[in-house]
């Protein structure tokens, strides 16, 4: 009886066709790794190549690091932030003294505009001050030199 290529022989070996199988899980085994790793991409986006530890995150997700912690949602403060900052007592004492300077700018340009206004009054008046003395001693020396009543008179 003529045999076939497939079978068992007569001395018990493997069936000639599960030898091909061996042969061939033989040779996949020794392709390297790098030549069995695939990806894909959908439709309409790109692929990229990333370094080790690289994090990827969808252009609508917020990329946070490995070791940040989570919280519970609403448990963010009118600034955003989720918990007190050491330098919110800084921000806070800087914004008061800021006022008070402000303040302080504000009565100091306050009473510099008074200032200039007084000033220039006394200015104004002491011009005039001037002015008068100086007819006074017109007048004085006027009255001093006249010899007549009728030119003591014509002095004012």
Known sequence: MARSGVGRSSDGGFIRSGVS????LACLWSVP?????????????????????AVVCKSSATCVAKDSVCFDSYTC?????????????????????????????????????????????????????????????????CVSTADTVEKAKACF
């Open 21 to 24: 199988i061996a042969a061939l």
């Open 77 to 141: 403060d009118y600034k955003g932030f989720v918990c007190k900052s050491k330098l919110d007592e800084v921000v806070e004492t800087y914004d008061a003294e800021l006022r008070k300077y402000n303040d302080v700018v504000d009565k100091f340009n306050s009473l510099n505009a008074a200032y200039e206004e007084v000033s220039s009054e006394k200015e104004t008046a002491v011009s005039a001050l001037a002015a008068a003395q100086s007819r006074a001693r017109q007048v004085s020396d």
């Open 33 to 53: 790794a790098w030549a069995q790793q695939s990806f894909s991409c959908s439709f309409g986006s790109e692929p990229a190549c990333l370094d080790y530890g």
